[in-house]
């Protein structure tokens, strides 16, 4: 008697950093023509503070933000910000909006000097990318986290060449 063995499809992540939100619109407008529902997504941000000067100015800004990344999705997604020492004030939208704001000992995870970088590791991003990732989000990047089947990624980043 032959045994099979299945082989089980793997789930992996998908980092890149871009300079301009566009550009993040751009690939996930590529996402909905490719039709692929079956991915997770996150963006993250950082604020420029330059412009904080007062209350309403942060205001408007967050509401502005958080709008655009709703925009880019048919379906509800989850909107956050929150502190870190290291990076700034950051908003991230999608599926780690929860790992981000999780509280351990009333601190969000997100808001510890080190909880971006134990997130991104957590996710299987390799030391090095991790660290460049957050270097790149710090100086005004945006990161654009996708997790997925490795099929349906293979397929993502085709279509973005």
Not at 74 to 88: C, H, K, V
Not at 99 to 116: D, N, R
């Amino acid at each position: 008697m032959k045994s099979k063995i299945k082989e089980t499809n793997q789930k992996r992540v998908f980092l890149k950093s871009y300079s301009k939100f566009q550009q993040i619109e751009k690939a996930i407008e590529a996402l909905k023509v490719s039709d692929n529902n079956n991915l997770q997504i996150s963006i993250i941000g950082k604020f420029n503070e330059d412009h904080w000067d007062d209350t309403k100015t942060l205001i408007a800004l967050e509401e502005d933000m958080e709008t655009k990344c709703k925009a880019l999705f048919e379906y509800p997604i989850d909107f956050g910000i929150l502190s870190n020492p290291d990076i700034g004030t950051l908003f991230i939208t999608g599926f780690l909006v929860s790992m981000f704001l999780q509280e351990i000992e009333l601190k969000e995870i997100g808001a510890m000097l080190t909880g971006p970088y134990g997130i991104l590791r957590g996710l299987g991003i390799d030391k090095e990318s991790a660290y460049l990732s957050l270097k790149a989000l710090q100086k005004g990047d945006y990161l654009m986290i996708i997790r997925g089947f490795e099929n349906e990624l293979k397929q993502f980043e085709a279509d973005l060449k």
